[in-house]
């Protein structure tokens, strides 16, 4: 008689033990809080830039260094020695901002106005994109035609036809593309792929989470400061492919993520914090089969900041993602309430929770129905999320050992297009569906729904 490997749906006992074993392993790598790579990542063909070995130094160049581009200024500048890094060069349309950079590194770097100018030295090796959503594409294929690596802030893209273009272009180059959703250099979802891969909930049906604010004055309303002036920038290249251009308006400057043509505001700023980690907690990231959104901005908060313009952008939304294999997640943001909903993942046998963005916990719950099947078990001092310096430090270990980032291209095309078809269902008022072979989008009556890209829209 052959030997016949034990099925863990057929028995209790086998399937307690089963996932037990399962759950051990990972919790001996999670112990170690040791970011590690999604468990779909695949390694890449070869750099089409320097080989960079296990103790070669890092050059860095940071290509939009407002406030977020300073943060990644400041953070890799902090753990420089430990990451054997070099900061050497900053690049940003605004003068002040590009001093002010250069003052945080410390030393006499050169700053350019121009990406491609930074672009041109031999010394670069990796870039940071921190720029305005509408640039990130431009400068993210640019850095990688001419060999560098990259981490670019989320959003990936602005728009979703820009993601395949830099999805085809990190698979042809082989470089490493690091997209800036802190929240996956979190241990807990790495630790929740792993128990979905061994079978511990079973079957997924239902992912839930939120990023929620209350700001009574209008979320992104930022100081307006004295130096922005059309002297100090060079405000034609900042609208780059914009199609609504407008004369230099400091608000728009400042405030951008209020409006359409620069961003898609909740569904560009905040859902990405949730879309990367929840996508590759499955531990199997798929692209969506449908799509639906609702916002609204009923609450017009932006009156109680004088000054300003209203926003183009929603005040609180709710998107639904269904997925292929059926899993659908719901995600919710808002900057006019701050109460978020419990971050879970809902299994046939049981449930995981993983309690806010700040959590290291992850705790599986069984369903009353596999309780007999299944113990509870709650797995705790995970590496956080929401930290840069994880983020960054695990993108420049994958420049050097070839793995594939945490929030790696395949995953980040498929939460963009999640993000990209939100957009597109709340804006033009459709359920949008998605073919992954055509890439063709249809409401659900099979019409085609137009991308929304620049120049589509009258926003845009």
Known sequence: ?????????????????????????????????????PVYGQNQAPSTGRVIGANDRINVGYIGVGGQGQAHVR??????????????????????????????????????????????RKDIDAVCIATVDHWHTPCAIDAMETGRHVYVEKPMTRY??????????????????????????????????????SGAIGPLVMGQTSYMRNNPKGEWNYTIQDWATPEDMNWDRWMGNVNKKIPFNAD???????????????????LPHLAHPFILATGNPEFPSRVVSLGSKAWKTDRNTPGTYERDVDESVQVIAEFP?????????????????????????????????????????????FADEIDPETFEGLLPGEQIRHHERNWLDCIRDGKEPNANIDLAVRVQTV???????????????FDEKTRSITTGDGKKVEELDYGVAELS
């Open 1 to 37: 008689m052959e030997n016949q490997v034990p099925n863990p749906a057929n028995s209790g006992e086998t399937r307690r033990k089963f996932i037990k074993k399962a759950g051990t392993a990972a919790a001996v790598v999670a112990s170690s809080n040791i970011i590690t790579t």
């Open 252 to 270: 728009h400057y400042f405030r951008w993520r209020k409006y359409y043509p620069y961003c898609a505001g909740l569904l560009g700023d905040l």
């Open 325 to 369: 294999s059926g899993f659908n997640l719901m995600l919710a943001s808002s900057t006019v309430n701050e109460q978020g909903m419990t971050e879970m993942i809902r299994g046939h046998h049981g449930s995981l929770y993983m309690g806010g963005l700040s959590s290291t916990r992850v705790e599986l719950r069984p369903e009353r129905k």
């Open 160 to 197: 979703l036809s820009e993601a395949f273009k830099i999805h085809e272009v990190v698979k042809r180059t082989g470089l490493k593309l690091q997209v800036g959703s802190q929240g996956c250099s979190a241990r807990k979802y790495h630790k929740a792929a792993e128990l979905i891969q």
């Open 419 to 433: 993000i990209s078809l939100a957009e597109m269902s709340d804006r033009l008022n459709v359920m949008c569906l």
């Open 75 to 120: 953070s890799m500048k902090g753990h420089a020695g430990e990451s054997n890094l070099e900061q050497v060069a900053v690049c940003d349309v605004s003068k002040s901002r590009m001093n002010q950079a250069r003052k945080i590194i410390g030393k006499e770097v050169p700053g350019y106005e121009d990406h491609r100018k930074l672009l041109e």
